[in-house]
């Protein structure tokens, strides 16, 4: 008799060991789905940043073969300048989304040029060079929904339930959407061809 009470003591501690470990490996499973979540953020963020320093990398073949033509423009040059400077310091995610918005701002003075010198329309150096600037902008423009498609996923499995519980204390931080700036809003598009052909 004194036996089966010894037995009967333990249930209580064998269905709390029990909780503990079924909780254990709930929270396990579901801190390594954020870390995969995580992880799918990065690399998207890493073709972002692969297509905007592709597109970095044209900017100064273009600067210079406009201003062969148009080499009067120092405040266009000098926005760019600073831009691409911008961009070189910038160290987080944030800061390269902000620095990558001047960037598009100030290739616009660039393109817009096109407008009051015409002759850069028939420059086959300037046209191949939009061209593949066109090229870039369209594959930036998938990377950038591709990654905010990520974040999407991120952000709400880190504000779900039960994760939010613990998901700020193991460093799994909210990440920025790539948004577009206001500029972008009221002239969505730069259509390097429409002035170009």
Same mark, same amino acid.
């Given at each position: 008799?004194?036996?089966?009470?010894?037995?009967?003591?333990?249930?209580?501690?064998?269905?709390?060991?029990?909780?503990?470990?079924?909780? #254990?490996?709930?929270?396990?499973?579901?801190?390594?789905?954020?870390?995969?979540?995580?992880?799918?953020?990065?690399?998207?963020?890493?073709?972002? @940043?692969?297509?905007?320093?592709?597109?970095?990398?044209?900017?100064?073949?273009?600067?210079?073969?406009?201003?062969?033509?148009?080499?009067?423009?120092?405040?266009?040059?000098?926005?760019?300048?600073?831009? /691409?400077?911008?961009?070189?310091?910038?160290?987080?995610?944030?800061?390269?989304?902000?620095? @990558?918005? /001047?960037?598009?701002?100030?290739?616009?003075?660039?393109? #817009?040029? /096109?407008?009051?010198?015409?002759?850069?329309?028939?420059?086959?150096?300037? /046209?191949?060079?939009?061209?593949?600037?066109?090229?870039?902008?369209?594959?930036?423009?998938?990377?950038?929904?591709?990654?905010?498609?990520?974040?999407?996923?991120?952000?709400?499995?880190?504000?779900?339930?039960?994760?939010?519980?613990?998901?700020?204390?193991?460093?799994?931080?909210?990440?920025?959407?790539?948004?577009?700036?206001?500029?972008?809003?009221?002239?969505?598009?730069?259509?390097?061809?429409?002035?170009?052909?």
């Amino acid at each position: 008799m004194a036996r089966r009470n010894r037995g009967g003591s333990k249930l209580p501690l064998i269905i709390g060991i029990a909780v503990v470990v079924i909780i #254990a490996f709930l929270a396990i499973g579901q801190y390594n789905s954020l870390v995969n979540v995580e992880e799918d953020v990065s690399n998207k963020w890493s073709q972002v @940043d692969n297509q905007i320093k592709r597109r970095a990398d044209l900017i100064p073949n273009l600067v210079e073969t406009v201003k062969g033509i148009a080499g009067q423009e120092e405040k266009v040059y000098g926005d760019i300048a600073e831009a /691409q400077a911008g961009l070189a310091r910038a160290a987080s995610t944030e800061q390269r989304i902000e620095a @990558d918005q /001047q960037v598009t701002s100030s290739l616009r003075g660039l393109i #817009a040029l /096109q407008t009051t010198y015409p002759e850069l329309k028939s420059s086959e150096r300037f /046209q191949s060079l939009m061209d593949t600037l066109e090229g870039t902008e369209n594959r930036l423009g998938i990377a950038r929904k591709d990654y905010n498609d990520s974040v999407t996923v991120y952000n709400k499995k880190r504000r779900s339930f039960p994760t939010s519980l613990y998901a700020s204390a193991f460093g799994f931080d909210k990440k920025p959407y790539y948004e577009i700036s206001e500029s972008d809003r009221e002239n969505p598009t730069v259509d390097f061809n429409s002035d170009s052909k």
